[in-house]
C-alpha cells in the first residue's frame, strides 16, 4: 500500500484536478459566464461556485496517507459556513491506487462530475456512483 501510494498519489491527484478544471471549463461554457472556479495545488483542490454561496474543499495527505473532502455552504449567506464532510476515501485495488466514494470505486472523472455536480447543482444527497 505505501509503494503504490508513493508512486502513484500524484498522478492520480493530477487526473483528479485536471477533470475538475475541465467539468469547470464545460460549466462555464454553458452558462456563458465563469461562476465555477477551481484552484488546485499539489494536495489542496478548492473549487468555489460564489452564485450558490458553495465550495469544495479537498486535500490529499502525503504524510499520512488519506484523502479528505468537505462541501461548506452558507458562508456568505448566514456568516458562518455549513460543513458537510463527502465520503472520499483512496484504496487500492489491482495495484493501482484508486479514489472511493461512498465505499464504492470511481474514477478521478467520476468523482469530478459526482462532486461538482453537488456543489453546483446545492443538492447534498451523494450520488450513486
Same mark, same amino acid.
Given at each position: 500500500?505505501? &509503494?503504490? %501510494?508513493? +508512486?502513484q498519489? +500524484?498522478?492520480?491527484? *493530477? *487526473?483528479?484536478?485536471?477533470?475538475?478544471?475541465?467539468?469547470?471549463? =464545460? %460549466?462555464? &461554457?454553458?452558462?456563458?459566464?465563469?461562476?465555477?472556479?477551481?484552484?488546485?495545488? $499539489? $494536495?489542496?483542490?478548492?473549487?468555489a461556485?460564489?452564485?450558490?454561496?458553495?465550495?469544495?474543499?479537498?486535500?490529499?495527505?502525503?504524510? /499520512? &496517507?488519506?484523502?479528505?473532502?468537505?462541501?461548506? *455552504?452558507?458562508?456568505?449567506?448566514?456568516?458562518?459556513?455549513?460543513?458537510?464532510?463527502?465520503?472520499v476515501?483512496? $484504496?487500492?485495488? /489491482?495495484? =493501482?491506487?484508486r479514489?472511493?466514494?461512498?465505499?464504492e470505486?470511481?474514477?478521478?472523472?467520476?468523482?469530478?462530475?459526482?462532486?461538482? $455536480?453537488?456543489?453546483? *447543482?446545492?443538492?447534498d444527497?451523494?450520488? =450513486?456512483?
Amino acid at each position: 500500500m505505501f &509503494r503504490v %501510494f508513493a +508512486d502513484q498519489a +500524484d498522478t492520480l491527484w *493530477s *487526473s483528479l484536478t485536471d477533470q475538475c478544471r475541465q467539468f469547470a471549463h =464545460a %460549466f462555464n &461554457r454553458e452558462l456563458g459566464a465563469d461562476e465555477l472556479r477551481v484552484e488546485a495545488d $499539489t $494536495t489542496t483542490l478548492r473549487a468555489a461556485y460564489p452564485k450558490a454561496d458553495t465550495e469544495l474543499f479537498v486535500q490529499l495527505d502525503k504524510t /499520512d &496517507r488519506y484523502v479528505e473532502c468537505w462541501l461548506n *455552504s452558507g458562508c456568505t449567506t448566514y456568516g458562518s459556513c455549513a460543513t458537510d464532510q463527502r465520503p472520499v476515501g483512496l $484504496t487500492v485495488k /489491482d495495484d =493501482a491506487l484508486r479514489f472511493v466514494l461512498g465505499g464504492e470505486i470511481v474514477t478521478e472523472e467520476q468523482l469530478a462530475i459526482m462532486l461538482l $455536480t453537488q456543489l453546483t *447543482s446545492g443538492n447534498d444527497e451523494q450520488q =450513486a456512483p
